[in-house]
Structures are given as C-alpha cells and as structure tokens.
C-alpha cells in the first residue's frame, strides 16, 4: 500500500507502523512495531461464499458451499498459531466473510488472543445489528467494497441494490465507530466516478479510501481488455494526488491509499520531486524503508481450504497448507523456493522491471499480474505506467534482455 496522505502531506496513520516501521504516533495505531515485513500481514480467504458476483473477484467467488473449507476446530488451531507468532494483522476476507458460519467466534478468539482482526466485506450484510454484534466479537477495522456510484457499482457487483446496501453497510459501521476503509478497484468501467467516489467520501465521513488497481486473477483476469492504459493509470494518480492535497488543505482528516501497483511509489517520487521538492527528503526516506511490493514477505495469504499463498491474488502459486503444517512454520521456512525467490527477488526480474533503476522502491511490483500477462513469474509487470526514461532505461531497446 502507498499511503499517498502521509507522503504528500504528512499525516501520520495507524498502519505506517507496518509500512515503514515507525513507533505509534497515535492511540489508534498497530501495537506491534516490528521490523519492516519482518512478520506479515495475513489476508484469510475464510469462505469462498459470496452473495455477489463480482466482475473482479480474484476468489472467483460464488453463491454457493465450497467443499473442503476449515472446520470450525480447524480454523481455531490457525488463529492460535497466527497469535502465537505474533502477526501485525489477521484481515478476514473472502468471499464474504459475514457468510461463514462461524465468522463472529473466529473473530473473538483472534482478539482474545491478542491478534488485530480487521473484516474484508462486500458491506451489504451488514445491518445495524451485524455491526453492533462485530464491535462486540472484538473487530477493530472494516473494509468495504464500492466499485463506483449506484448504476456502476450494481453492475459491476452482479447485483441490483448492492450499492445502497453497501452504503447502508458503510453507516452501520461507522456508527459503532469502526476503523473503516472504502476501497474502489479501478477499471474503465469506472474511472469516471473516481471523483464522485472522493465526494461520496467526504459526505459520508469515512476517513480512510484505497484505490486499488486492477489483479490479473480469478474473474480479474476477464477484465484484462478494460484495466486502464498507461495514459488513464497517470491521469487517475494525478487526480488522486488533487483530491488528497485537498483535503488536506481543507483541514480533512482523511487516509488515501493506492494498492498494488507499485510504481505509483515511483510516479509520486517523480511527481513530488518537481511538485514539492521541500518534501523529496521525507518521501525518499519513507519509500526507501518500505521497499514496495512484498509477496511473500509483508503480505501473505490463507485461503477457504488451507492453502497458503504469497499474497491474495496468487491462487496459482501456493507455498504450504495449514492442515498440513502450522502457518508459522511455512513462512519461516526459507527452503521453500517460491518464498526464497520472493524474497531474492531483485536479480530474476527480466525486462524493464529488471532494468529499472527504482526497484528498490517498487520491487518488481505484482508478480502475478506479470504472470498472468506473460506466463513467466519473473517477467515485467505490464501495469507499470513510466517511461524508460522515468525508471532510468531509456536505451533498453538496444539492450538483449
């Protein structure tokens, strides 16, 4: 995640702990100070039951009872490892979440034993009374899914009415006062309501948006011929740079995320370097502590049967099982080849993301979307949005890649 409001302006959140290793700067903020990525933020596809059809569901989640999902028993054993090795944040997703049996006892157990559980939901579920039962189950964040105004939304979210039970879901939460976040995935189906979005934002009250771009997974992978151009990924970031000085200078506390696409940490370090130079030191600083893309290290993922991925997205690439063998044990396990390349990763990149002269603040940025693009794991990422000559490699054509 690029937390865009810390960097432009230099309000502190609670997650910059995670991000790039800071002591708590507010009451709100994550306990859990360790080094950057040294333990990981766990993402747990707990069901993969979902009352929506998402057109870019990386799940490729259904409306229907998936076999093989964890056991209730099952599901307590990985909370209490995942406690014991002391994760900065356990983030139940799905799916939907709120449709699995047993979801508000996972919660309360994650919290009672000391772990941070944050709710991943598409919001429609959640009524005033499902907030007030979440507050008490012990949840700390909420973070839910409009994809763009009413029409959009519906579309894209395969259901009439979802936006405005999303919306109802959204006030629910904030009136038990949750930590809540709107994400909004870009597309072209909807980049014309990113606006409207941040307005939807400030009338609402929500403190906290993340922009997310496109994951070549699952349904994703469909939406391949409607992810953004090179020119209209641009065009967003600078809107998005607008609004959050905005509301900054308008005295409105408000978080704004972009989320995997890692070469926004290389356009804001460009865009601040001839925008706002008296904060290039800070910037520089705190993208060069974060490192970018961290599958396999800062971000992992387990999904509804056990499988234990590099990070939400990469359903292809699986790296253990918690029935077979503790979660803690897997991630720690540097033998496991995929997990010691990820994290090695910087010389088996190939072609601009291996030429780049930023990788050390991008990182290779999401290697499944290179992989899905491409088939190779370690090819560029097609997403990046900069010139040759903004990463530094402007006679790359003439070079054997």
């Given at each position: 995640?690029?937390?865009v409001?810390?960097?432009?302006?230099?309000?502190?959140a609670?997650?910059?702990?995670?991000r790039?290793?800071e002591a708590p700067?507010?009451?709100?903020?994550?306990?859990?100070?360790?080094s950057?990525?040294?333990?990981?933020v766990?993402?747990?596809?707990?069901?993969?039951?979902?009352?929506?059809?998402?057109?870019?569901?990386?799940?490729?989640?259904?409306e229907q009872?998936f076999?093989?999902?964890?056991?209730?028993?099952?599901?307590?054993?990985?909370?209490?490892?995942?406690?014991?090795?002391q994760?900065?944040?356990?983030?139940?997703?799905?799916?939907e979440?709120?449709?699995?049996?047993?979801?508000?006892d996972?919660?309360?157990?994650?919290?009672?034993s000391?772990?941070?559980?944050?709710?991943?939901?598409?919001?429609?579920?959640?009524?005033p009374?499902?907030?007030?039962?979440?507050?008490?189950?012990?949840?700390?964040?909420?973070?839910i899914?409009i994809?763009g105004?009413?029409a959009?939304?519906?579309?894209?979210?395969g259901?009439?009415?979802?936006?405005?039970?999303?919306?109802?879901?959204?006030r629910?939460?904030?009136?038990?006062?949750?930590?809540?976040?709107?994400?909004?995935?870009?597309t072209?189906?909807n980049?014309a309501?990113l606006?409207?979005?941040?307005?939807l934002?400030e009338?609402?009250?929500?403190?906290r948006?993340?922009?997310?771009?496109l994951?070549?997974?699952?349904?994703?992978?469909?939406?391949?011929?409607?992810?953004?151009?090179?020119?209209e990924?641009?065009?967003?970031?600078?809107?998005?740079?607008?609004?959050?000085?905005?509301?900054?200078?308008?005295?409105?506390?408000?978080?704004?995320?972009?989320?995997?696409?890692h070469?926004?940490?290389?356009?804001l370090?460009?865009?601040?370097k001839?925008?706002?130079?008296?904060?290039?030191e800070?910037?520089t600083?705190?993208?060069?502590?974060n490192?970018?893309?961290?599958?396999?290290?800062?971000?992992?993922?387990?999904?509804n049967?056990?499988d234990?991925?590099?990070?939400?997205?990469?359903?292809?690439?699986?790296v253990?099982?918690v029935?077979?063998?503790?979660?803690?044990?897997?991630?720690?396990?540097?033998?496991?080849e995929?997990?010691?390349?990820?994290?090695?990763?910087?010389?088996?990149?190939?072609?601009?993301?291996?030429?780049?002269?930023?990788v050390?603040?991008?990182?290779?940025n999401?290697r499944?979307?290179?992989?899905?693009?491409?088939?190779?794991?370690?090819?560029?990422?097609?997403?990046?949005?900069?010139?040759?000559?903004?990463?530094?490699?402007?006679d790359?054509?003439?070079q054997?890649?």
């Amino acid at each position: 995640m690029l937390n865009v409001s810390r960097l432009l302006c230099g309000t502190t959140a609670p997650g910059d702990g995670i991000r790039y290793g800071e002591a708590p700067t507010r009451p709100d903020s994550i306990p859990r100070m360790g080094s950057i990525h040294g333990k990981p933020v766990v993402v747990w596809n707990i069901t993969r039951t979902c009352n929506l059809h998402c057109l870019h569901c990386y799940a490729e989640a259904k409306e229907q009872l998936f076999p093989g999902e964890l056991t209730h028993e099952q599901a307590e054993v990985v909370v209490d490892d995942l406690a014991q090795y002391q994760i900065p944040v356990l983030l139940f997703s799905g799916g939907e979440p709120l449709m699995r049996f047993d979801i508000m006892d996972l919660i309360t157990r994650a919290r009672e034993s000391g772990l941070r559980p944050g709710l991943s939901t598409n919001g429609t579920a959640i009524t005033p009374q499902v907030a007030a039962e979440l507050k008490r189950a012990g949840l700390t964040y909420v973070g839910i899914s409009i994809d763009g105004l009413k029409a959009v939304n519906d579309k894209f979210r395969g259901k009439k009415g979802a936006f405005d039970d999303a919306l109802a879901g959204i006030r629910a939460s904030l009136a038990e006062d949750f930590r809540l976040s709107l994400r909004f995935t870009l597309t072209r189906h909807n980049l014309a309501d990113l606006d409207a979005i941040f307005d939807l934002v400030e009338q609402e009250g929500i403190t906290r948006v993340c922009i997310y771009h496109l994951a070549y997974a699952g349904r994703g992978n469909k939406l391949l011929p409607f992810d953004l151009s090179h020119e209209e990924t641009r065009d967003a970031m600078d809107l998005i740079f607008r609004r959050t000085i905005d509301f900054h200078e308008r005295g409105k506390e408000l978080e704004i995320l972009t989320v995997d696409n890692h070469a926004d940490a290389v356009y804001l370090h460009h865009w601040v370097k001839e925008n706002m130079p008296d904060r290039m030191e800070e910037v520089t600083r705190l993208l060069s502590r974060n490192k970018g893309n961290s599958s396999g290290r800062g971000i992992s993922c387990i999904d509804n049967v056990g499988d234990v991925h590099p990070d939400q997205f990469w359903r292809t690439a699986t790296v253990g099982n918690v029935l077979e063998r503790p979660f803690s044990e897997i991630w720690q396990d540097d033998s496991v080849e995929l997990l010691h390349q990820l994290r090695n990763r910087k010389e088996l990149l190939k072609g601009r993301c291996g030429q780049c002269n930023f990788v050390d603040l991008c990182n290779g940025n999401l290697r499944v979307r290179a992989e899905s693009a491409a088939g190779d794991t370690w090819a560029e990422d097609p997403a990046c949005y900069l010139t040759e000559e903004e990463l530094g490699i402007a006679d790359l054509a003439t070079q054997t890649v």
